[in-house]
């Protein structure tokens, strides 16, 4: 997943967490403070009813205790009794709650029993003037009654005006709530600002990071550093980009350092080639005189044919290793890459044919490259040759041309069954006089590996089990 990609998702899903919950924070909050508002309307209401059931309660036996003396008083007792029931039964409305079940039935049972003992007491008022009460008569009888019911009764409404001034505190717990709510979103907030801190500096500061590392180390000449490859985002690409860069460049230096070694040893060749040639000419000459004036019975004609022959493949290495050591043009041509392999291979078949070794070619398509035909079949000779000779008689050479993972090189193998190559010595094979054979010069290989970088390639060797050695050529497109 890309780093835009992820960018993207993360801030989608930030601004996704942020709308709902700063929708659900605006509803909740709505809906607490309508409740909360609902509530303490309510609330004030009842408690506005129970403080008016008390006074009036408290008005009414104020006007009982006036009653036998103002017969007004008894009239206006009786309006504040309409009043009392009027109001009870709003209170009855009030109190809605399931929970106010008791208190309704407990304040009905109050304000009736009230009612009852102020319209007894009345009665017996009217019945025994206060003037010639006595004890115990039935006035004093019920005013005693309504002293105990307006007791009780004020008992009740205390109770439920406490319990009302409770409520109306209970709607600023919607404060509470709010602020809440509010501080959970800024933690949710917090907590995604964190979360998409360390996911950038997990997707970006630390690629970046390691990739200003690795460029340092580049910097100081450690051509070997490579950056590691975190993932397949724009940065894990750059990576790899930054690694194949650093391959090319030890690659570029490695060809370098070969090619000042190579012009070096050419100069000194040369030089040395020069002034060995001319007294092995004088040698030579002097040895091919003296084998012809020679008895042809002469056992010292054997010598000096010996000597001559022996001049002649010195003159042949030496020329080899000019060649070697030579610079080189390069034609490159569009080439049948398939064709030229097959072209190769058919030379060697009559040697494949006396040794009963199969030569298995396998092109994966119709390449069409920019080679030198002539020097790069050289190369593959070289590398097929060393195969063939390695392989015993009746076992398997495998030339393959593929695809390479980047699609702007493509590959050669030349895989055989022989003893392989030893350990200790597999990186110095395509050295310049390093040979493991006993009669070899150790110039064909290092003509190969020349060959490869000329082209922008590179060639190695490896010895995958159980035995047997596979030399590959990586070539530019």
Known sequence: MSIRTRCALLILAFEIT????????VRLIGRYFDDAADDFTEASALVADISRLRTLARNQQTLLRQSAEFPAAGVECGRLALEIDETRRTL?????RPDDADDRRVLELAVGRHQAAVAEYLSDARAAPASSATDGTPADIAREQVNAARATLDDVLRDLLAA??????????????????LSINAIVGVLLGILGL???RRWVLEPIQELAGTADELGRGNLECRARVRSGDEFGQLAATFNRMSADLAR??????????????GELIAYVAHNIRNPLAGIQAAADAARRNLDPESPVRAHQEAIVGAIERFQV??????????PMELQAANTDIAELVRNTVSVFRPTCERRSIRVDLHAAGPYSVRVDPRYFEQALAAVLGNAIEASADGQQVQVRVEPDADPGHWV???????????????????????STKKSGHGLGLAMVRRIVELHGGEVWAECPPPRGAVVTMRMPR
């Open 18 to 25: 942020l709308c709902v919950t700063l929708t659900l924070t």
């Open 92 to 96: 009855d409305r009030r109190l809605n």
């Open 164 to 181: 009302a001034r409770t409520r109306v505190d209970q709607p600023f717990t919607a404060q509470r709530k709010a602020a809440m709510i």
């Open 198 to 200: 360390l996911l950038v």
């Open 252 to 265: 570029l230096e490695r060809q370098m350092i070969q090619r000042e070694r190579m012009a070096a040893m």
């Open 317 to 326: 290495w030496l020329r080899q290793l000019e060649r070697v050591c030579a």
């Open 412 to 434: 050669l193998r030349v895989a055989d069954q022989g003893p392989g190559i030893p350990a200790d010595v597999i990186d110095r094979i395509f050295e310049p006089t390093f």
